[in-house]
């Protein structure tokens, strides 16, 4: 609690600025005029009922999705057209409600791979004594060491969530969008996820996280932004959230 008060006292930057984003798929509107910010060094938690438009508002931020329209500021700039690759290196990268790896590549190789940016770099350019130590060395922090030689599909579900989270801090971002990254691991997969969010946090790293589990949101996250059908219909302190009246009612009503 202390640290959180004193996080919050330290007059943070705003790192992204999302503004008035609309994002309709023919008759369905996922986004609708969307507005919300991330304040540098935060861990911030997006929340909201099942099909709230999460996933489409982190598709259009990291360049996956075109919005209709409404704009994204990344890190003082506004980001004109982004593309994936161009968010990437810009400092922001994510991570897949479905984790996104390379099932056929080493554990190690999945590392290496994403210290470059995507594949036509890669296939230009040879992997480095470098990179595969900084590789190694991301693989102990995340204990994945032992199992560098692995393929990644013969890991488990939560060791490749924890695969895919490991491999995208690989370009050094500066903020870290998460997609459910504890959706159906284990407890203790839970507790080592959340552990290396909180590592990364203070080694700078700032976090979007999207997670159903309200008592990780809560004990991890502030603040809490809450959306409902496609617009911030609230934003602040976990515990404040928990108490939000229209909070409850968009919960209870989807
Ligand atoms: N590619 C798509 N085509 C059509 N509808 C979509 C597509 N992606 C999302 N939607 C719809 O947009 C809404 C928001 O979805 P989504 O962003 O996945 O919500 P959340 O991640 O909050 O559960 C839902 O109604 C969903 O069905
Ligand atoms: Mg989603």
Redesign the pocket.
Known sequence: MAEKEAKRGAGMSTLLKVNNLVKR??G?T??NDCSFEVQEGSITALI??????????FNIITGYLKPDSGTIEFDGKLMAKPTPSSIYRAGLSRTF?QARIFPELTVLENLVISSSFGWKDLLGTRVTAADRKRGMQTLEEFRLDKLHDLRAKDLSYGQRKLLEFASVLMSDPKLVLLDEPTAGVNPVMIETMEKHIRDRNKAGVTFLV?EHDMQLVMRLCDPVIV?DH?SKIAEGMPEAIQSNPQVLEAYLGS
């Open positions: 798929f023919g369905v996922a986004v909201g009922p099942n099909g709230s438009g999460k996933t489409t508002a409600q999207v959306l496609g």
